[in-house]
T-cell receptor, first 115, second 110 residues
Framework: DSGVTQTPKHLITATGQRVTLRCSPR?????VYWYQQSLDQGLQFLIQ???????AKGNILERFSAQQFPDLHSELNLSSLELGDSALYFC??????????????FGEGSRLTVL | TQLLEQSPQFLSIQEGENLTVYCNSS?????LQWYRQEPGEGPVLLVT?????EVKKLKRLTFQFGDARKDSSLHITAAQPGDTGLYLC??????????FGTGTRLTVIP
């Protein structure tokens, strides 16, 4: 158990819909990262937050947005869903600050299926 | 976007054999991490290397960071079925981003 909690574990929805994925980081971790993994391949970095502020952006579509709340949990919002958005979405947290990433602790992921 | 290419993409070997997985990039990284991911789970950190030329050993696993900090390798000696999984390298840039490689799926057949 990494200590990172993601909900829901599985989600099936239709094209054009909007979903929200939730992540609770490990206790004490200030950084939260979101990654997308398709077809059991490598992880695509989407976005990172540190203590409530956006720290870095990767290949995140404009239809996607995220935020980190004062209690440090984070949400990834996916809208106008397309078939190609079907993937595993991972949240990870890190204890490190702005200087370096350090070890990432991953949740079990949220599997999104868009039909 | 820093591109980390791993080779081979797929590897199926018999128990007891040795293997090497490569992680290559044209970018320089301040550190490089290796993760293993099993089905239905998130990746788990195996090791972090930070110095060019650094070699770290973790039981039967040997990790090396290239002298120029652009590439890395993972060598497994006497592979066991428990080594089966997706191996991911991840490079950290000075911008505090961690970019993952394309992954190597290893299957060790008993």
């Amino acid at each position: 158990d990494s200590g990172v909690t993601q909900t829901p574990k599985h989600l099936i929805t239709a094209t054009g819909q909007r979903v929200t994925l939730r992540c609770s980081p490990r206790s004490g971790d200030l950084s939260v990262y979101w990654y997308q993994q398709s077809l059991d391949q490598g992880l695509q970095f989407l976005i990172q937050y540190y203590n409530g502020e956006e720290r870095a952006k990767g290949n995140i579509l404009e239809r996607f947005s995220a935020q980190q709340f004062p209690d440090l949990h984070s949400e990834l919002n996916l809208s106008s869903l397309e078939l190609g958005d079907s993937a595993l979405y991972f949240c990870a947290s890190s204890v490190r600050s702005r200087l370096n990433t350090g070890e990432l602790f991953f949740g079990e992921g949220s599997r999104l299926t868009v039909l | 976007t820093q591109l980390l290419e791993q080779s081979p993409q797929f590897l199926s070997i018999q128990e007891g054999e040795n293997l090497t997985v490569y992680c290559n990039s044209s970018s320089v990284f301040s550190s490089l991490q290796w993760y293993r991911q099993e089905p239905g789970e998130g990746p788990v950190l195996l090791v972090t290397v930070v110095t060019g030329g650094e070699v770290k050993k973790l039981k039967r696993l040997t990790f090396q960071f290239g002298d120029a900090r652009k590439d890395s390798s993972l060598h497994i000696t006497a592979a066991q079925p428990g080594d089966t999984g997706l191996y991911l390298c991840a490079g950290e840039t000075g911008a505090n981003n961690l970019f993952f490689g394309t992954g190597t799926r290893l299957t060790v057949i008993p």
